[in-house]
């Protein structure tokens, strides 16, 4: 592998920062969703178990100890509840507002991940011609056309495009497997925010 490295030549260095960044990428968005999945149904439970029994310093305090988007418009969604005697235009924009800074931070550093699945194949391509370059160069030089001196240099130059490719390809994978995930909180938001809302529609009016 070391070997196939060297022979790249200068360019391996930067696809082997596009890999390492990508790499760095992938483990944190991996982190955030995990965090913002895990214990989901049970915080769900307890807070509307909360919630319905009119429990809201409780209720907020188990936002305060759960992770992820949900429990954090959950708990801008109290405070303003509490802050305006439970009027509920000023909740759903706290909701709104605190929903779009916590569903932008889902989607932060995904563009990297396309820029790098986009990039390095064009990276690996540019290291593939600067090698037939300079394999054509060594021919010229030499002032002889040998079969094993072509090969050589053509081997040689196609080693970056097909690292550019092993890095694109389960970066794009990575990427589609993110959005998929993405959606699918964003849809969990929405339906519990919704749920959410018409409970404490529900408690204002009986104030």
Known sequence: MMELFVRGGTVMYLLAVVAL???????ERFIVYAKSTRSAKKFLVEFKSHLVQ???DEAIEVCEMTPGPVPSIMRAGLLKFQQTNGNMVEVEKSIESIANTELAFLEKNLTFLVT???IAPMIGFLGTVLGMIHAFDAIAMAGSVEATVVAS?????LITTASGLAIAIPVNLFYNYFTAKVSSIILSVEESTREFIEIL???SAAK
Request: no cysteine; hydrophobic share 50%.
């Open 153 to 157: 240099g053509i081997s040689e130059a």
């Open 21 to 27: 960044m990508s790499l760095f990428v992938i483990i």
């Open 116 to 118: 790098g699945f986009t």
């Open 54 to 56: 009119g429990n809201v």
């Open 201 to 203: 529609k529900t408690q």
